[in-house]
């Protein structure tokens, strides 16, 4: 412990002496100060009695520093034009405003192969059955409340199947509803792809023998019109006659809707077109009427896909009709519709059991697992321009699907690689069960390949970087030492190329060029933000940025040499 040594007799003033007061505040001031602390207090005093008065000295020294900085100013060379990042004098690619301004890519659609499933297929059946505990009944019979048909049970439950576009394409729905309503629901499900199945896949006359598409409400409301335009139409006299000679020949095999059902509550059922019976079973929970409206439009849609042979032998096979639909669609592009719907079929069946292990992670860090939305995923889609002989790379892909969209929308090449297994392992089921899901709905989609492992090291990524298009890379809680570590990739990605992200890896927008920044990796990128509204990404309800960066070398360079000829005009001033 440190000692101090005992207070001195001599006697010490109670207040500090006025010199040891002026010495103290000029060692503050760090310089000399010859004037007496009274003195000081008086010339404090005095201006603050004179407030409304100007102090002449001070006045007298504002004005020699004025003019000392005027001189100096007229001595020095004037300051370069400042130069910013998108203030050179070509114009670079501007992206639509719009995802409607996107022109459509001319594409054959159709498979060629059989629509069957095959036993790896993981049905809306499977899928359910697993999960029995967590359903409970739905439909019930309004004639007879003993009926026990329509409650769950773990072999004999009610179901009915569905009749998919595709020859040989059939799948079944177990008719229970979650007692979650944000989990998996078959009966929802069912309805959204039998309403898109009549609205994409048949022409007008088809269309008719169903009936217009319900409105979307859960009250028994009087059918909307239905949408033709992504119908196909038909292109002869003799086409046309045959068509309504099967149409024909199709409602004489119908039965009275009256008979469809036995309960009494329905009014004037004859007159109930056949979506119209469907809606109204949902609605009323009427169990032997969904039944049997859904038989007649699987015989319907059955009879529509496997025609009757012509007597005469050497006549041509009529060709399954809801294929024919998709033949039509190699100008008008893939409907909008059926590209959601098989998005969401394939990930209610293959992501959603596996929400569990998806949360296995790090919080805050950069193995956190977030989604972007498919309507998010379409507009990045169209407004980077991908196409059938693209290659479109997902840096951290989780369950790959944004890969299977890209590669299902635009028919291109995909790659993905993820880190994590259990996002990693439910990717590769998710692209195996969609190659199954696209046969069914009869269309075609782009390649696609994964790779479980880190993106920093990934030989075969460093191999598809210089080949790639587009790279989307959703950074938005990665760690900065990740984004600094992949931004020295993008050099090899070649000129027009597409980097988007959720975070930007540029320090700032449209930044002013300098002498830190010139010689900046990401210098090379021309960057556009752009919003995002709710509902776009599972992590938030808000909205948010993504940000395009297109590789513009030729732009740089531009930038860099008005830089360097601004930086000699000035050098040369100075000297």
Known sequence: MREFPPPQDSALPSQPSTCLLAKRKCSLDSQECPIPLPVIRHIKKSRSVNAHGEDRLT???????????????????????????????????????????????????????????????????????????????????????????????????????????????????????????????????????????????????????????????????PPRPSSPSSTTSISSTDDLTTSETRQSSLEADLLPLASLSGSSRSSKPASMTLLRAVKRAINRQDGPLFLAAMSQINALLHALKYPKLPDDLFAPVPSNALQSAVDGWEHTGLPKKVLMRIIEENYQRIVGPNVVSLKQYEAFSSTVYGELMPSLVHEIVQITGLREESLFLDLGSGVGNVVVQASLQTGCRSFGIE??????????????????????????????????????????????????????????????????????????????????????????????????NVDDISAIFDVTERAYHSGSVSWGINGGSYYIHRVDRAGYAQIRERFESSRARSTRTRK
């Open 59 to 221: 006045k007298r020294a504002q004005k020699l520093r004025s003019s000392r900085t005027h001189d100096r100013q007229n001595t020095l060379a004037p300051s370069p034009e400042p130069i910013y990042r998108s203030s050179r004098s070509r114009s670079t690619s501007s992206f639509p405003s719009g995802c409607s301004d996107v022109p459509v890519q001319r594409r054959r659609w159709c498979v060629d192969d059989d629509g069957t499933p095959g036993p790896t297929h993981i049905s809306s059946e499977l899928v359910v059955k697993k999960l029995m505990r967590t359903y409970k009944g739905y439909f019930k019979n309004p004639n007879d409340p003993k009926d026990r048909s329509f409650q769950p049970h773990p072999h004999c439950y009610p179901y009915v199947e569905l009749e998919y576009p595709n020859s040989g394409a059939v799948e079944r729905f177990i008719l229970l509803a979650p007692k979650d309503k944000d989990h998996y629901n078959p009966i929802l499900d069912l309805e959204q792809t039998l309403y898109a199945i009549v609205e994409c896949y048949l022409t007008r006359e088809q269309q008719s023998l169903f009936g217009s598409i319900p409105a979307d409400s859960f009250s028994d409301l």
């Open 419 to 516: 880190l994590m297994p259990a996002p990693a392992r439910i990717a590769r089921e998710m692209v195996k069960q969609m190659r199954i899901r696209c046969r069914m709905w009869g269309v075609r989609m782009g390649e696609v390949e994964l790779e479980e492992g880190n993106m920093l090291s990934s030989k075969r990524m460093d191999e598809l970087i210089p080949q790639a298009d587009v790279v989307l890379v959703d950074n938005k809680v990665f760690e900065e030492s990740l984004n600094e570590a992949l931004r020295p990739k993008f050099l090899d990605l070649k000129e027009g190329a597409i980097v988007v992200s959720l975070a930007p890896f540029v320090s700032s927008l449209n930044a002013r060029v300098t002498e830190r």
